[in-house]
C-alpha cells in the first residue's frame, strides 16, 4: 500500500513564526501536492511539485513556499505564520505523468495547524 | 477551468436507507471524477473513481456511483447507509490534459441510528 506520512498531526504556532511541514511518500512517485482544508471551502492546492527541485503553483500560494530536494520528501514552508493561515494541511503524491495519469492521488493524515 | 459542485452541505439518512451524496462537474474535455471520504482528523480515502468504461462504477465499502454525461454528474450511492458511513464526502474532477484536480466543497453526511 501506499504510505504518506506527515511528520505531525498537530501543531501550534505562533504569529510571524517561520513554520515548516514535512511530507513524506514511499511508493517512489513523481508528483507530491500540499493542500488546506478549510471548511466550507473544500481542498484548495498551495503547490505541487512533479519532480525533485520542481515546483509550480497552485490556486492559493500567497504566504507560502515549498522544497523538494529528495524525491520522498515534500516540505511546505510558511515564512512568518499568521493566524489566516489556521487550517488543516494535506500532502497527496501520484505517480507518473499527471495530466494522463488515471491513477489516484494518495493522501496522508493531515497537520492541523493553529497559529496564535 | 474546471469545478465540481456539491450542492448539500449535509446530507441526513436514517440508518438501512438508500444513500446518495450527489456531484456535478465542469470540466474541458473527457473528465477523471473521483470521490474521497474523510473521517474525523483524518486524511481523504479513496473511495472510486470514474475514467472511462461502464458508467456505473463500483468501490470501496458499497459504494458505488454512477457517471451520466449529458448531465455531467457523478453521484455517489449507497443501497443501506450504516452509521459508520457518517463522514465529509469529497467529489474531484480532473480533465485529461490538466495537471491538478479540483475538489467540491464536500458533503457531511449523518447516518442516524
Known amino acids: 500500500d501506499v504510505k504518506v506520512t506527515q511528520s505531525s498531526r498537530y501543531l501550534v504556532k505562533r504569529t510571524g513564526e517561520k513554520v515548516f511541514l514535512e511530507c513524506v511518500q514511499d511508493m517512489d512517485h513523481e508528483n507530491m501536492f500540499w493542500y488546506r482544508q478549510d471548511p466550507g471551502l473544500g481542498l484548495r492546492l498551495i503547490y505541487f511539485?512533479?519532480?525533485?527541485?520542481?515546483?509550480e503553483k497552485g490556486d492559493i500560494p500567497e504566504g507560502y513556499s515549498v522544497s523538494r530536494e529528495k524525491k520522498e520528501r515534500f516540505s511546505l514552508i510558511l515564512e512568518s505564520a499568521s493566524t489566516n493561515q489556521t487550517s488543516m494541511y494535506l500532502c497527496?503524491?501520484?505517480?507518473?505523468?499527471?495530466?494522463?495519469?488515471?491513477?489516484?492521488?494518495?493522501f496522508g493524515p493531515g497537520t492541523r495547524l493553529t497559529v496564535l | 477551468a474546471q469545478s465540481v459542485a456539491q450542492p448539500e452541505d449535509q446530507v441526513n439518512v436514517a440508518e438501512g436507507n438508500p444513500l446518495t451524496v450527489k456531484c456535478t462537474y465542469s470540466?474541458?474535455?473527457?473528465?477523471?471524477l473521483f470521490w474521497y471520504v474523510q473521517y474525523p482528523n483524518r486524511g481523504l480515502q479513496f473511495l472510486l473513481k470514474?475514467?472511462?468504461?461502464?458508467?456505473l462504477v463500483k468501490g470501496s465499502y458499497g459504494f458505488e456511483a454512477e457517471f451520466n454525461k449529458s448531465q455531467t454528474s457523478f453521484h455517489l450511492k449507497k443501497p443501506s447507509a450504516l452509521v459508520s458511513d457518517s463522514a465529509l464526502y469529497f467529489c474531484?474532477?480532473?480533465?485529461?490534459?490538466?495537471?491538478?484536480?479540483?475538489f467540491g466543497k464536500g458533503n457531511q453526511v449523518v447516518v442516524i441510528p
Open positions: 497527496a503524491s501520484i505517480s507518473g505523468l499527471v495530466a494522463e495519469s488515471t491513477d489516484t492521488q494518495y
Open positions: 470514474y475514467i472511462t468504461g461502464d458508467n
Open positions: 474531484a474532477v480532473r480533465g485529461y490534459g490538466n495537471n491538478r484536480l479540483a
Open positions: 470540466v474541458s474535455g473527457n473528465p477523471y
Open positions: 511539485s512533479y519532480d525533485v527541485k520542481m515546483k
